[in-house]
């Protein structure tokens, strides 16, 4: 029976990469004095899991390299030998060359042979030279060598894959696990199997009732599409001879280690589900909300009292509806964790090319945030970590001339306020210096007071191409990254605070939408029509009387509010949207702020808050100055949604952002 087997590609694709993770994790965690046997037999599976299953789909260069690396590992887990500082050091170098290969067999980058010959090497040497444990007799080490072996279908239609060394069939490390010719044949199963990716034999299942159970349930790395009902009887297991010694050591199987408790009931199990369903499900919901709004509107104008219970079921359909949308919203949030765990090693690696001792505390990992900003958010933060490290950690030396602790600390918090998420980047180094960035701004040409704030003064680092670095070194001084930071994080729909005090450290704070879908906003109208102002932006809307309004050179306008002039942003102006006759006593002005700066947008009327479903104009049909994205609301009329970032770039200059 034949198999495609590269159905199964992104199973294993995602399965690898967690595996790689989880090893990371572990490395950077370990106590190198005291290693934690748990932690070491837990690494040591990780990369057995992955060998298992790239010998299984052919990707030789990556069973070459987890080879060399498990048999290392496999001695350090065995005590035959001490762990190291270089060992940690190499094994993170192993990692990133795995996940170099896995990303080419994803069909993305190229693989630097260079690179992964001297991990090999490195690895090699390590295994042969390293010291052996206290009170262990050395052991000769296994020659790094691997062999293909011709796969071969057996009755079950799975691959058995050949030791590299021994010859021995391998499935109790991680292959494909054949169960015994048992009952088939009484079962009506000649020809056909049932097997898993499995870690340890202790894997395998004891009954067709748990065979079937972990069928329905995904057990494993994935299982072979058999009828539930047909799922053979277990008797032996094919290698009892590894059952001892490996059985205690515990299985991990999608991070849950086989030792442990099995899931009581399906509610605690999950399903991998592409997220273009789960965002046409969010799409259909945003519909059912818009159609939910369409009947409110057209019955309100309905008689209550003779239509009770219509109203009624209305109401209902509103609650269901809302709660619904929350549901599926919830299943696009993710825990910042996916974000915050790529840090430590981070951290790690540029403060040892720094000679800086850096610890990293994270706070408020299990936050949750919509997966698209989950994506967008990662490199940004990756910025602001290397800036804090590069600028604003301060060598030990330094540090300790100062009265402070010789490792410096850098903490990456999140939290939810209102309808944001806000993450936290902050350090205990020696702050921004206000002089210095004054300095550099002149030095650039760039238009600065001596009498503006220290917050104005700190925004000045966004600038594209500022950098207050002495030297360019690989990690920064060219004065490029913070300026993608603020842009990127704009584009998101957020923006950037900075606190900062010489001598005791920099905080910067980027407060982010939870989501992209959906926006709470404040609908108003200019002329027929309407537009939605994003509430994160607000701050405050007023009448404005016609005294408070001067002109400006260049036929601009600025409006005088508490104290301070504020340009004036004319919608029907921006829009050339036609004149009609209006009250000119007052004006109708909402005061926005994007990236520091404040302006005071002119509109006809307020028409209330809203909670809007989001579309995107660029996708169905092109991209307009001035606007963000689209909306329907509840009379079916189409409203678009204002990009106050990009409006606040362009008073004076209105009439080039007409579309």
Same mark, same amino acid.
């Given at each position: 029976m034949s198999i495609d087997i590269t159905q199964f590609y992104q199973v294993f694709f995602e399965e690898a990469a967690e595996h790689l993770a989880t090893m990371e994790s572990l490395l950077l965690e370990l106590d190198v004095a005291d290693p934690s046997m748990?932690?070491?037999?837990? %690494?040591?599976? +990780? #990369?057995? !899991?992955?060998?298992?299953? +790239?010998? *299984?789909?052919?990707?030789?260069?990556?069973?070459?390299? *987890?080879? %060399?690396?498990?048999?290392l590992l496999d001695r350090l887990r065995k005590q035959e030998m001490k762990l190291t500082d270089e060992m940690v050091n190499v094994f993170l170098e192993a990692g990133d060359v795995i996940?170099?290969?896995?990303?080419?067999?994803?069909?993305?980058?190229?693989?630097?042979?260079?690179?992964?010959?001297?991990?090999?090497? &490195?690895l090699q040497r390590l295994t042969t030279t390293a010291a052996p444990a206290a009170g262990t007799e050395t052991v000769a080490p296994e020659k790094a060598e691997i062999t293909e072996q011709p796969k071969q279908e057996n009755a079950y239609g799975f691959f058995d894959e050949q030791s590299a060394t021994t010859g021995e069939t391998d499935s109790g490390y991680g292959f494909f696990d054949e169960l015994p010719a048992v009952t088939a044949a009484s079962e009506g199963l000649t020809g056909q199997g049932y097997g898993?990716?499995?870690?340890?034999?202790?894997?395998?299942?004891?009954?067709?009732?748990? #065979?079937?159970?972990?069928?329905?349930?995904?057990?494993g790395f994935f299982e072979k599409l058999v009828p539930p009902q047909a799922a053979p009887a277990v008797a032996e297991f094919a290698h009892p001879e590894r059952r001892s010694g490996e059985a205690e050591e515990g299985a991990v199987v999608r991070g849950r280690r086989a030792t442990d408790k099995a899931p009581a009931s399906a509610d605690n199990t999950s399903i991998r589900v592409n997220v273009e369903k789960v965002d046409q499900l969010i799409n259909l919901v945003g519909e059912l909300v818009i159609t939910q709004a369409m009947l409110a509107q057209s019955a309100a104008s309905v008689d209550s009292g003779l239509y009770e219970q219509l109203q009624s079921g209305l109401h209902q359909l509103e609650r269901n509806t809302r709660d619904l949308q929350e549901v599926i919203m919830s299943v696009r949030m993710l825990p910042i964790s996916f974000v915050f765990s790529r840090f430590p090693r981070v951290v790690r690696d540029l403060a040892g090319k720094l000679g800086k001792q850096v610890e990293l505390k *994270?706070?408020?990992? /299990?936050?949750?945030?919509? &997966?698209?900003?989950?994506?967008?958010? #990662?490199?940004?933060?990756?910025?602001?970590?290397?800036? !804090?490290?590069?600028?604003? %950690?301060?060598?030990?030396?330094?540090?300790?001339?100062?009265? &402070?602790?010789?490792?410096?600390?850098? *903490?990456?918090?999140?939290?939810?306020? /209102?309808?944001? %998420?806000?993450?936290?980047?902050?350090?205990?180094?020696?702050?921004?210096?206000?002089?210095?960035?004054?300095?550099?701004?002149?030095?650039?040409?760039?238009p600065v007071r001596e009498d503006i704030t220290d917050q104005?003064?700190?925004?000045?680092?966004?600038?594209?191409?500022?950098?207050?670095?002495?030297?360019?070194?690989?990690?920064?001084?060219?004065?490029?990254?913070?300026?993608v930071v603020k842009r990127n994080i704009s584009a998101m729909g957020g923006r950037v605070e900075i606190e900062s005090a010489e001598g005791l450290g920099t905080r910067i704070l980027i407060r982010l939408p939870l989501t992209l879908a959906i926006l709470d906003g404040l609908s108003v109208a200019v002329g027929q029509q309407t537009y939605i102002i994003p509430l994160g932006y607000i701050i405050e809307s007023l009448l404005m009387a016609e005294s408070d309004l001067r002109t400006v050179s260049g036929g601009g306008h600025m409006v005088h509010v508490r104290g301070e002039y504020l340009p004036l942003l004319a919608l029907r102006e921006v829009f050339k949207l036609p004149c009609e006759a209006a009250n000119k006593d007052t004006r109708i002005v909402v005061i926005v702020e994007s990236e520091g700066k404040k302006i005071a947008v002119e509109v006809d009327e307020l028409l209330g808050q809203h909670q809007v479903v989001i579309k995107s104009l660029e996708s169905n049909f092109r991209k307009l100055p001035g606007i963000s994205g689209a909306t329907i609301m509840g009379d079916g009329k189409v409203a678009l949604i204002l990009d106050v970032a990009a409006l606040s770039t362009t008073p004076g200059r209105q009439n080039k952002m007409a579309a």
């Open positions: 748990d932690d070491l037999n837990a %690494i040591f599976r +990780s #990369a057995h !899991s992955i060998k298992g299953g +790239s010998g *299984t789909f052919g990707f030789n260069d990556m069973t070459e390299v *987890t080879h %060399i690396l498990e048999n996940h170099m290969q896995l990303d080419v067999h994803r069909g993305e980058g190229v693989v630097d042979e260079a690179k992964v010959m001297t991990v090999c090497e &490195k898993l990716f499995v870690d340890e034999p202790t894997q395998l299942p004891s009954t067709p009732q748990q #065979a079937q159970q972990e069928i329905q349930q995904g057990y *994270t706070m408020g990992e /299990g936050t949750e945030l919509d &997966k698209g900003l989950i994506e967008k958010i #990662a490199d940004p933060l990756t910025h602001l970590v290397r800036n !804090s490290l590069d600028h604003g %950690i301060e060598s030990p030396e330094k540090r300790l001339a100062t009265g &402070k602790p010789e490792k410096g600390t850098i *903490t990456l918090k999140a939290s939810h306020q /209102g309808g944001n %998420i806000v993450i936290e980047v902050a350090d205990d180094g020696g702050g921004l210096n206000r002089s210095k960035i004054l300095s550099k701004a002149r030095e650039r040409g760039l104005e003064v700190w925004m000045l680092i966004f600038e594209a191409g500022f950098s207050t670095a002495e030297v360019v070194t690989d990690v920064s001084g060219r004065g490029v990254g913070m300026d």
